[in-house]
Structures are given as C-alpha cells and as structure tokens.
C-alpha cells in the first residue's frame, strides 16, 4: 500500500455526538487524523436512533460520516438483530466504498459478523481491530467481575461463566467461546491501548505476535497552568470524569470523602462531572444520593460534559480520580489528565495501574477501598508533593503519533 493511497473504514459502536465513551471518541480522532493526513476515510458509527423513512444508513454533519441504524439481537452470541442489515447492507456499502483497510473500534450493538462480512466481500482487504475492553471474554458487560458482587475474574473458563449465569450452561459457554474466536481469526492484526489488556486476551487465545500495544492519541495541548491557590489553600480540588454507574466506583469517592477528617475536609473538594445515575438500580441511586447529601458543600455534581471543555475543567482542578472497581483497559481520562499536566489517583488494578506510576505520575489506592482512598487523598492535600509529580507527568502520544504507529503495523501484515 502506498502512502496516502489506503481506503479506510472506520467501524464504531457509536458517534461521539451521541455517545462519548473512550471508544468512540478514540476512533472518531483517528478518523479526522486520516483525513487531516489526506487519506481518504469513511466513519461508520452505530446509532440507536430511527433514521429519516427508516432506511439503515443515514448521515451525519457529512457524507464521510455514516450512521449505521442497527442493532444486537443476541448479546449472548454478539449477532445483529438484522441478518439482511449485514448480508446485504453492509456488504454493499463495502462493494461501494472498497477500502483497503477496515478498521474496527468495536461491534457492540452492530455484531461480530460484520468482521467476517468484511473478509467474504473484500478479501484482500486489511482487517484491523481495537480492542477497548474484554466483552468477548466476559458475558457480564465485558467487566470481569463477578456478577450481583465486586469480585474480580483473573481469567474465564466456561464452568465459573456459567454459575455466573446459571441460565446457561457451561456447554453454551465453550460454544460462545468458539464462536467469537472463529471470528477473530480472521482479523488481521489487533491493537490494545494497554498491555494489561493484551495478556488477558493472550490468556484467552489471541496469539501475542497478532497484538500490538499503541495508546489512544490525543489532541496536541499545551499544559494546563496550575491552579492558581489563594493564601494558605492546599491543592485539594479532586475531580471525577465518567459515566456514574457501580463499576466505576463513584461510591467508592463518596464514601472516602465522607470518612476524612473534618480538618481535611475544609481544605478539599470534589467535582463529578459525569451523568447516568437515573439509569442505575435504585438501590444504587438511594446510596450515592445518600452520600452526596451528606456531603453537601463539598461535593458538587455537574453532570455530563463535552470532550471540548476537557482543557477547561481540568485547568479547575488538581488531582483526577479514577476509582473503578473493575480493570478497565486504558481510561482515556488518564490520557487527557496527562496530556493538561493533571496528576492521576487510581484503583491498584488492571490498565489503571499500569498508567500510573505510584508517587511519581500520581498515587494508587486499594481497589473498591474507600479507606485506602482517603489515606491518599489526605496524603495529596497535606504533603504538598504536587508540584514534584506534576513535573514527573510526561505528554502521551499525540493523535498523529497514533496514526503512525497504525501505519507501521499495517506495513507488516
């Protein structure tokens, strides 16, 4: 393939101006760094709204940018609801199209088929695929966890998945297993944003030597400032980004703030920017308002935000909390922290941990601890270390970096 020459499809679970999840913000920034570069690159999103006269297609802010009105009618098994939306639709925008590379981001709420769609209907295509999380290993959301309790899976084999899920059997499991892996078989090469997230899939069956480990790219930013303090305040202003939901631990930040010291507590503050809570079991619900109750004056929950303002709320803020009870993969919050000079606290666990270096890059706590949270928390406001990890903080790649290593994997398969 010569430079610049390549085809591109881009394939997401969702469009950013609908859904901004790491994923799809990730793929829709190496989509415009494509065409920034002067490749030509199609972006194919899947919505769950209803299209104009309910056609498959539609498009959106342009013509390279398609939404792809489909969705899982098996999430057990990872098939489209539509056979005839893969066999006949899909495949007849690839005949149109034909790029040369395919690059999936995901296949949640579209179906695994569509990467053996791709190799029938062109195949001397190269087939590319992100993976951003574990969904094909784990039934339970993907997460890793034990399901109705907190604790982590070091691996999956069909008898634990099934007592997970009594409803299916430990046969079901091996065959699902099957399944997906006859589908990954036929991808060309896949990327990992993390090394975590490579020797869990290792683990599970994908080769090593069909993996490559790049980072999500960011937007070339200057450092953020440090926030100016006024006589005598501690940097202790704390900020939560993300989806508000069990896995992610917001309790976990709530509860260790509600533990802290009333001294400590006159010299903190934590802003929530994240949304969701209303979707969530009420039992849920019921704790985290409890808890935002009790610490009225100290927490301030701003809900959700756009990927522009990034710059601006980290520039508020001192320290970024990632407090996930699951592994996560590579949170593309750490990135954007680093790339704004923003020092990170995160669980002890998975990808987070291994973007973060404890004391030099930011802090770890004890994973879904909220004692351990706040000991750290306390440890950032009172020993005034931030200045020394702040310029420990080392810029990410950038999103033509991204692009590049991208390039250099294709080259070699």
């Not at 610049?4 to 469009?15: D, M």
């Not at 001397?124 to 784990?138: G, N, P, R, S, V």
């Not at 944003?193 to 790049?214: C, H, N, Q, V």
């Not at 702040?390 to 950038?398: A, E, G, S, T």
Request: net charge negative; proline share 4%; aromatic share 10%.
């Amino acid at each position: 393939m010569k430079a610049n020459k390549e085809k591109i499809l881009i394939v997401s679970h969702g469009h950013p101006d609908h859904s901004k999840g790491g994923a799809e913000v990730a793929a829709y920034n190496l989509f415009q760094e494509y065409q920034a570069q002067g490749r030509e690159a199609l972006f194919l999103a899947r919505s769950g709204e209803s299209s104009h006269g309910g056609s498959v297609f539609s498009s959106r802010n342009n013509e390279t940018e398609i939404l792809f009105h489909t969705s899982i009618g098996d999430w057990f098994n990872l098939r489209c609801a539509e056979s005839r939306h893969m066999a006949e639709y899909f495949s007849d925008l690839l005949n149109r199209f034909k790029p040369d590379v395919v690059h999936f981001h995901h296949y949640a709420h579209m179906g695994l088929e569509m990467i053996r769609i791709v190799r029938n209907t062109l195949p001397d295509a190269k087939i590319l695929f992100t993976l951003h999380e574990y969904m094909a290993i784990c039934f339970n959301n993907g997460q890793m966890v034990k399901k109705n309790s907190t604790k982590l899976c070091y691996e999956s084999n069909p008898v634990d998945c099934s007592q997970c899920f009594p409803e299916k059997s430990s046969a079901d499991f091996f065959m699902r297993k099957q399944y997906i892996q006859s589908m990954f078989e036929l991808v060309d090469h896949f990327i990992s944003p993390s090394y975590f997230l490579i020797d869990r899939y290792k683990a599970w069956g994908i080769p090593e030597e069909k993996m490559t480990m790049i980072e999500n790219g960011q937007p070339i930013a200057k450092n953020s400032d440090p926030r100016p303090l006024a006589s005598g305040e501690k940097r202790g202003r704390f900020a939560f980004f993300g989806q508000i939901n069990p896995f992610k631990g917001i309790d976990v930040i709530l509860e260790a703030f509600t533990s802290l010291s009333e001294e400590i507590k006159d010299h903190v503050h934590l802003d929530i920017h994240g949304a969701n809570l209303h979707l969530q079991e009420e039992s849920f619900q019921v704790k985290v308002n409890g808890l935002l109750e009790e610490l009225e004056g100290v927490v301030t929950m701003h809900g959700s935000y756009e990927p522009h303002e990034m710059p601006r709320l980290l520039a508020e803020c001192d320290w970024m909390i990632i407090p996930s009870i699951w592994w996560e993969n590579s949170p593309m919050v750490i990135q954007e922290a680093y790339n704004h000079g923003r020092p990170v606290i995160s669980a002890d666990i998975g990808g987070m941990a291994e973007k973060i270096i404890d004391g030099k890059t930011g802090y770890h706590f004890r994973r879904g601890s909220h004692q351990s949270l706040a000991s750290v928390i306390e440890k950032a406001v009172t020993t005034d270390q931030w200045s020394r990890i702040h310029n420990n903080i080392i810029k990410p790649i950038n999103i033509e970096e991204c692009a590049k290593e991208h390039f250099k994997v294709l080259e070699n398969v």
